[in-house]
Every structure is written in C-alpha cells, then in structure tokens.
C-alpha cells in the first residue's frame, strides 16, 4: 500500500464560487466557539474558556457596530455556544447565534462576515479561502500549523494564553476594520498544492480502471 499527503480540498472552495456579497452587505463579525469537553478539558478550563470569550465579545462589542455571531461547525459545541450567549445577552450586547448544519448554512453566514475568530479547523480554512480576514485562537497543533501555512503567524493565539491576549486580538480586529475588511487572496504555494489532489484522484482512478 501507498500513502499520499494531500491538502483540505476546502482550501479551494473559493474557486467555485461565482461572486461573493459586497462589502456594504458585511454585516457580521463571527465567533466560534468550540467545546474543549469534547478534547477531554477539564470543567476549570472549559469555564476559563468561556470567561475568556466573554471578555473577548464585550471589547469587541465596544469598538465596533457590527452584530457578533456565535457559530460552530461542530454541532456538539452549541451548548458552550448557548451558555455563553445566554450571559451576553443578559449585559445587553448585540450578539446572535447561528446554527450551522450544512455547508450552505456557512455560506450564507459567511457571505455575510467580515472577520471571523475561530477556534476549529475548518472554520478557519473556509474562513481564509473565503479571503475573510481572520484568528485562530489554538488548541492544538494542527491549529498553529494552519497559521503556520499561511504565513499568519501574527494572528495565532495560545487558548491557554487567551486572556492576556485578548487586548492583541481586539487589535488585529480594529486593524482589519480601519482598513475596511480588506480580502485576503489563497497564497500561489497553495493553490499549486491543489494540483497534488487532483495527481491523486487520477492516478488513483487509473489504476481502479486498470482492475475492471
């Protein structure tokens, strides 16, 4: 047997997208949650989480008129996701939580983003081929890695660190605001290594048609 290093064919969901909303339709900053119980976290650190985020989301609601959605991709982190969101709103921010089950509910939501903070893979995958600007905040390697790939380095935050790092976070946002949400483009290293999938797919399919 033959393994094969192959790259998220979401990097490349972009590409088939025929147009995307424009700027003035930006309406939503997206934040996702996840649930470290599900990583075997302790309930100490899961309520650090959410104090953390708490945080995170009023500094956040102070600098900008933007509504601040809270969404995962996995649906077991929606009940972190609920818990935080019942405490926001009770300080009155403008928050709402989307639910996202289908790739077409994260298009919709996305379409209408223009930042995302992030804590899964493919949040943050779609996220950047989507040319949103973004951060992770990591939980484990395969995290840093994607920020690594990317060559955003600067915007990869430690969750163990995530309280100190809040102020650098807000930061980054208001950066990406000043600026008008500027798109990011998939980097050319990137793109070249869709190539590697599409070897993969038909070599494999050469040899399966040889087998008949």
Known sequence: DRLFLAVDPCFFVNRSKTEFSNKSQKEFVAINVMNLRLDF????????????????????????????????TVYEDYHVIRKLAKRLLQKKINIEVKEVYLIRDLDELYQKTCYVVAMRMHALILAYSYGIPHCGIAWQKKV???????????????????????HEIVLSFVKEQ???FPAIKVKKEILDLEKVDLNIVSEIRGENDETL
Do not use: G, M, P
């Open 144 to 166: 840093e890695s994607f920020f690594e790939i990317t060559h955003q380095q600067e915007k990869c935050f430690d969750v163990r660190d995530l309280k100190k790092n809040i």
């Open 41 to 72: 976290a302790s309930k100490e650190t899961q309520a650090n989480l959410i104090e953390a985020y708490e945080t995170l989301i009023e500094q956040f609601d102070q600098v900008t008129k933007k509504k601040i959605v809270l969404y995962s």
């Open 178 to 180: 000043e600026a008008d």
